[in-house]
């Protein structure tokens, strides 16, 4: 197939969500896996490189491209079965409609309704329900793969490795940096950024839609209150724990401003599905100080929705800041062990020079929470980039990871060294090298030939 090389259409494939903008020569759009593995072929054989792009929501800017062309996904949009889905098909609208059906895909990125099915593998994607139902990995049972090579195939967890895989120990938190040391072909693709083949179709593991879901929001007084009632809350069985700052509650309330905020720095969101144990939540909340009269509780669809919407708001802020500048927001993805958290907050609380805005909020349940640096010139977005790297040597020393869930992708190459030894890297690099002889696929994103 040949590829599309009109500027205003190869325009608006070039940047993602960190503001990254790259260039390329032509973009392909294919319908199927054969005309996904047509392109890899030629660009295999002209030593092309090739940029995988779907919905543009990465923070990290894997599906930015660095020259070459770049191959969409969107037109991969059919779903074949209530388990059975294209790689392009929006996250969010798949997950809507088996839920419909009575059938819960448990995945829930917060740009779940932007993002598509396929991106979510190749980043092995998570977001607030990760804490209860784990990342993306565990909900895929195999995937339809073209690898570098144009090969087309369908693999499982009893494929084997086709190619020599280093052994390494992840650190012990929820993490998405770098190669998986998995024992089979579909362990080790999920998560590789589209480095190892272009996922076209996948067959995925559903749950029954709960009978009930209990959202809570509170508030706290003091980190110390809240922090503990964290350690006990992550032992009553919720699907989510979440956290925002007092300016994360700035902006929420400028965007969503029907939503009552307590006069307090900190709140949580907190899920629980099943049947709600509403009483167990409040008793719990008592012991530990939290406001009472301004928790909200929400247990039907309308209510969680109202809630949902407020969550959801302060990353689409966030981006809008950000577009407005024009300057690359720098956000932190570190978790670390739940020992480390108190101490990881307190850092994120070290004043940066010239008192660049900040706002911190995330996955508290899983020690990952996101300080997002906006800055609004370039001598603090190198100010920032700055800091990023302090508080990343920070999070690895503490036996945290430099990614939980959004990647490496291009612009954390830098941050994947300080936790990854050499050896490992290379390996890595000999791995790639034998799956894509002449790197064509992902050229510069995880890390550089």
């Known amino acids: 197939m040949d590829p599309i090389t009109d500027p205003s259409i190869v325009d608006a494939y070039l940047t993602d969500a960190s503001n990254l903008h790259g260039h390329a020569s032509g973009l392909y ?11 890899l072929v030629e660009c295999q054989r002209t030593g092309t490189p090739v940029t995988v792009t779907a919905r543009r929501t990465s923070t990290t800017g894997a599906p930015v491209p660095d020259g070459g062309v770049l191959l969409s996904t969107e037109r991969l949009d059919r779903v074949h079965a209530r388990d059975d889905v294209d790689g392009g098909v929006l996250l969010g609208e798949y997950q809507a409609g088996v839920e419909r059906e009575g059938w819960m895909f448990t995945p829930d990125p917060t740009s779940r309704n932007e993002c598509s099915v396929g991106g979510a593998i190749a980043c092995n994607a998570s977001g ?33 490795l086709p190619w020599p895989v280093p052994a390494w120990t992840e650190p012990k938190v929820k993490t998405a940096a770098g190669y998986y040391p998995a024992t089979n072909l579909l362990d080790l693709v999920i998560g590789a950024e589209g480095t190892l083949g272009v996922v076209t179709r996948a067959r995925v ?8 879901v209990l959202t809570l929001f509170t508030w706290f007084p003091d980190r110390a209150s809240m922090l503990a009632f964290v350690v006990t809350a992550r032992t009553m069985g919720p699907r989510c724990i979440e956290y925002f700052d007092r300016r994360s509650l700035d902006l929420i309330r400028g965007r969503v401003p029907s939503v009552p905020v307590a006069d307090s720095a900190l ?33 039907d669809d309308a209510g969680r929705a ?12 966030v981006n809008e800041i950000i577009s407005r500048t024009g300057v690359q927001k720098v956000g932190t993805d570190f978790a670390v062990p739940a020992g480390a958290l108190a101490e990881m907050m307190e850092a ?4 940066t020079p010239g008192a660049i805005p900040t706002v911190c909020f995330g996955h508290i349940g899983d020690s990952h929470l996101h300080l997002n640096f906006l800055p609004r010139d370039p001598a603090e977005l190198a100010e920032a ?30 941050h994947l060294a300080l936790m990854v030894p050499p050896a490992v890297l290379d390996g890595w690099r000999t791995l790639k090298r034998a799956a894509d002889p002449n790197w064509i696929l992902g050229r510069g994103v995880l890390f550089d030939p």
Not at 396 to 402: E, I, M
């Open 128 to 160: 607030a329900r990760t804490f209860k139902y784990g990342p993306t990995r565990p909900w895929i049972e195999a995937v339809q793969l073209v690898t570098p090579t144009g090969d087309i195939r369908w693999v499982d967890r009893t494929t084997p």
């Open 306 to 317: 109202k809630l949902h919407a407020v969550r959801h708001a302060l990353p689409a802020t």
């Open 29 to 39: 759009r294919p319908r199927t896996a054969e005309e996904v593995a047509e392109v």
């Open 205 to 212: 593991k559903l749950l029954p839609l709960p009978a009930g």
């Open 385 to 414: 980039r700055r800091r990023y790297l302090a508080l990343a040597t920070r999070a690895v020393a503490l036996g945290g990871t430099v990614s939980a869930e959004h990647g490496i992708g291009r612009l954390k190459k830098a």
């Open 348 to 351: 994120y609380d070290e004043p």
């Open 267 to 299: 709140m949580l969101e907190i899920e629980h599905d099943g049947e709600p144990p509403l009483e167990v939540w409040f008793d719990a909340l008592a012991a530990h100080g939290a406001l009472l009269d301004d928790t909200i509780v929400a247990d």
